[in-house]
């Protein structure tokens, strides 16, 4: 019995209670409701205003904010499936799986690019007008998805070349391993995500340090820029948490069996959730300009009332 096999006798065989299971429903809806309702505001806010759809730092943001979207709203329907559709056909699996891993390997790849704007911004400011532009950014942006995307449909190519037709046409508990069960594909996964994890950290680590060493004599800005850079390695960690969660699962399944759906339910959180939930705070409200514009929007709305 291979790993996904596994999870799944033990989440069969300890199902949640009605009232357990409709509790956790209810928090994960609540809570993506509420991301999702606070990035829908930051998206409305730069659409509004020219000063943030002309800025690239600002444009990088709304992309990662937009990807947090997708991502929240894909692992909320899927979770509530596995709750109550239970399977689905592989064909259909296959799509929300192919949505959720691009987004989430989306947020690590935007992440870097913000943090080397903001290297540019503060260590190369006589350049960066000329560097970071909107047309590059909209560029990087469609390079992202290109990296992610190209990483996702490998995984499709691979099972339509290998797998049979009426493996399509059944139903599966819709995970990555049920949906992509060939054993090449799981290793091209953890080799990727490897390279994901050192080129990510290189930069990161290369850029708060460059910024921590100009902040020493520069302005309030380059010491702003540092701190941005540290929250953003922190996001960084918990979107790294992901490429854990496979290791972090088996162990779960082997310590507390009998509680597995309870340590999925908190993995789902943590893991999931919680870094979706960090991008309105350092742009929405840590930052002046977005907040002031955000500030207004929602004063605007209340004031008829």
């Known amino acids: 019995m291979d790993a996904s096999s596994a999870n799944m006798t033990v989440v069969l065989q300890y199902r949640d209670s009605f009232t357990k299971a409709v509790t956790k429903n209810v928090i994960v809806v609540v809570i993506g409701i509420s991301i999702n309702y606070i990035n829908a505001s930051l998206i409305h806010t730069f659409c509004k205003h020219q000063i943030f759809y002309m800025n690239p730092r600002y444009m990088l943001f709304i992309h990662l904010v937009v990807n947090d979207m997708m991502q929240v709203m894909v692992t909320n329907i899927l979770f509530i499936i596995s709750y109550t559709i239970y399977k689905l056909h592989v064909s259909i699996c296959s799509i929300f799986i192919l949505l959720a891993v691009s987004t989430n390997e989306n947020s690590p790849l935007n992440l870097v690019c913000m943090a080397v704007e903001c290297y540019i911004a503060i260590c190369l400011p006589l350049h960066h007008a000329r560097i970071c532009t909107v047309k590059r950014t909209l560029m990087l942006i469609g390079l992202i998805w290109v990296i992610s995307m190209l990483s996702v449909l490998t995984d499709l190519f691979v099972t339509l070349a290998t797998q049979p037709l009426d493996f ?138």
């Open 168 to 305: 399509f046409h059944s139903r599966v508990f819709c995970l990555t391993k049920t949906v992509f069960p060939n054993p090449h594909i799981i290793k091209k996964k953890d080799i990727t995500y490897i390279v994901y994890l050192v080129i990510v950290w290189f930069v990161i680590f290369y850029t708060y340090f460059k910024i921590l060493f100009t902040a020493k004599t520069a302005s309030k800005d380059a010491k702003k820029a540092r701190n941005t850079i540290i929250i953003h390695g922190f996001q960084v960690l918990l979107c790294m948490a992901t490429y854990a969660d496979p290791l972090l699962k088996e162990a779960l399944l082997q310590w507390f069996p009998k509680n597995y759906s309870d340590s999925l339910f908190a993995c789902y959180i943590i893991i999931q959730v919680l870094p979706r939930s960090i991008s309105p705070i350092i742009y929405g409200i840590r930052d002046k300009t977005f907040r002031k514009y955000l500030k207004k929007y929602l004063i605007c709305n209340v004031s008829p009332q």
